[in-house]
């Protein structure tokens, strides 16, 4: 495997430096965006920062000037004492509050700029999260189980929630150090426009490596995207309560660890070749303006020995070309890093510009309302399989029926509950609901007429109601229908037993919770299956692997007496139970090989016939 070094785009040729330099360049588009974006988050707050902004950058010119004139006063009162005369103290002292006024107005627009800049922080980083969130809940099952979808949304929740704001301030930064330096090179201008030349030029050196390097750093970090996932997971997999028993007892833990460490020295190593290099160039280009700062100072010395300025202009003129670098290589440093915030918030909006993989429908009903369920020829290969999921399915579900659906893990049952739901697009055929595809359905809609629980359902941190009212979000405070619902799954001789009933915090991850076993956490799940007491289409997506036979046999039949009426789907591998169901069908390698109630395919002595009997001699 290539190491992320050998992925890093090569420099360009040197015929194609134009389109390099354009390319460097439109990383800046962003910062016009992200200036919106803080825009939208707090416009009062915005202003005032760029007021603030906008002082901070005209007030060392001035303090600048005004201590001209102290030395300057100092000078000639001395020269009047000299004389004999009496001084005029309150000539200079004037200057001197005047100065101390100046500096308490910096130091009040610097303390505002950094309070200005915690609060957008603040709100800022909660927008951005919140955009990448609400983005996450309008894509489709299918980009959650992509890799490369995985590591935008790494990389995008990472920093960029962060960028924004740092690009912001950056831009305040470079626009007060610009205001800074308009104002100085008008006085520097006085003594010598080369000087204001020499200025400049002495800090470029710099700010190329600079923005060089955080190129690199940027590809390093897009680049390694799928090892800091890797690494998340890792630290998941030996620091969760859900993993850490099978980690324990079969002593994955030094192994586990040993792994982690290596993606560390990995990434580390990497990270310091980058940083030695960075910092051996930087700091030799800095040397370059330490010497012109020192030049400068050689030629203004100089220039006040000779008499060519005053005391005061030297001291002016000194103070001003030291502040006039600093605001020179704090807006070269501003502008690299307004590139890095630029490179950087290219994985935001990548991820914010992501559109779901198929189209969404608009329809809120069928024009068939007693039709039922109709697969129809329908095939389905997931995106990096070898081999389809489902051949040719053709099934029809009707009105009130209760269908098992029955074969080997694999064999393409959730699947079919996948595409109905219209998580997944059928590559050929169509699903049907009340005699229209699902692909024309608003998803919302759609997912209202069905309720499922999945083999994988959630464990929700939440407390023992919410966890069961999740299932209709119509009724998620409705403690009436909680109760209801819990009676149904079977879940109140548990939840009536336990401190606080259905106030209880259930799972371990806040203060107070209580940890369920695992056939309690089904009849949850269970429960919140209930709770969608409007849905034409329940199912059950072997929820009770927990239970023994006899409970979800008991289970289903307490499932089926409370959906007549509607169409109830149960996938379980227990026989025992799918016989209740008013049909079967088994599933193999994707096909639906038998279809019928349980007499007639023990009947046909299929496959069927073949399970059910090897199950059965199971129990004897």
Known sequence: MNSPHSRLPSAPPADNWREALARNFAVFAYTKRAVALVWETNRRL?????LLTLAAGLLPAAMAWIGKLIVDGVVLQIAVVRSGSAADYWAVLQLVALEGCIIGLLNISQ???????????????????EMILKKALTLDLSQFEDSEFYDKL???RRQASTRPLSLVIRSFTLMQQLISLVSFSILIAQFSIWAMVLLIVAGLPAFVAETKFSGDAFRLFRFRAPEAREQNYLETVMAREDHVQEVKLFGLGSMLLRRYHDIFTKIYGEDRALTLRRESWGLALTLIGTIALYGAYTWIVIAAINIAITLGEMTMYLLLFRQGQAAVSAGLSSIGGMYDDNLYLTNLYEYLEQAPTGTQGKALDGPAPDDGIRFEHVSFQYPDSPAATLIDINLHIQAGESLALVGENGAGKSTLIKLLCGFYKPNSGKVLLHGRDVRDWDQTA????????FQDFNRYQFTVGENIGVGDVEGYHDEGRWLDAARKGMAMPFVKKMPWGFKTQLGTWFKGGKELSTGQWQKIALSRAFMRSN??????????????AAAEAELFEYFREHTKGRIAVLISHRFSTVRQADRIAVLEEGKIIECGCHDELLAKDGLYAKLFLLQAEGYR
């Open 111 to 129: 303390r505002g700029i950094n309070t200005c800049q915690s609060l957008l922080r603040a709100q800022l980083g909660f927008r951005v999260n």
């Open 446 to 453: 759609l997912h209202r007429c069905i309720g499922v629980i």
């Open 535 to 548: 849905a034409e289409v329940l199912v059950l997506d072997e929820p009770t692997a927990a239970m023994d």
């Open 46 to 50: 915005t202003i005032i920062l760029v």
């Open 154 to 156: 790494q990389l995008a």
